[in-house]
Nanobody, 124 residues
């Protein structure tokens, strides 16, 4: 069993930056593909970014490519999401998730473990 706890959300002006962190319990963190999803009010949860077990490959939604960077530190059992050039449309609850899936999926059901979410609000 893995527990995930996000932090780092908050209120920021458009054009600003935030860094989200997701700390994982347990000793198997390095065996999980880790991802970030987000859900805005009235919208479905959507894929944001993913990182492979070693951190050698990363994947991004088109809407955040070039602005967001996902990274991980397996020694610290932590995955990060650096968000730059934030836009009001990035406002959402951001969730980290992980799973021992053989591929990098972009569907919520691909991942077994979820954090509680952290609110990101970008003002115009």
């Amino acid at each position: 069993q893995v527990q995930l706890v996000e932090s780092g959300g908050g209120l920021v002006q458009a054009g600003g930056s935030l860094r989200l962190s997701c700390a994982a319990s347990g000793r198997t963190f390095s065996s999980y593909i880790m991802v970030w999803f987000r859900q805005a009010p009235g919208k479905e949860r959507e894929f944001v970014a993913a990182i492979t077990r070693s951190g050698s490959s990363t994947y991004y939604a088109d809407s955040v490519k070039g602005r967001f960077t996902i990274s991980r530190d397996n020694a610290k059992n932590t995955v990060y999401l650096q968000m730059n050039s934030l836009k009001p449309e990035d406002t959402a609850v951001y969730y980290c998730a992980g799973g021992n899936t053989p591929w990098v999926g972009q569907r919520s059901r691909d991942y077994n473990y979820w954090g509680q979410g952290t609110q990101v609000t970008v003002s115009s």
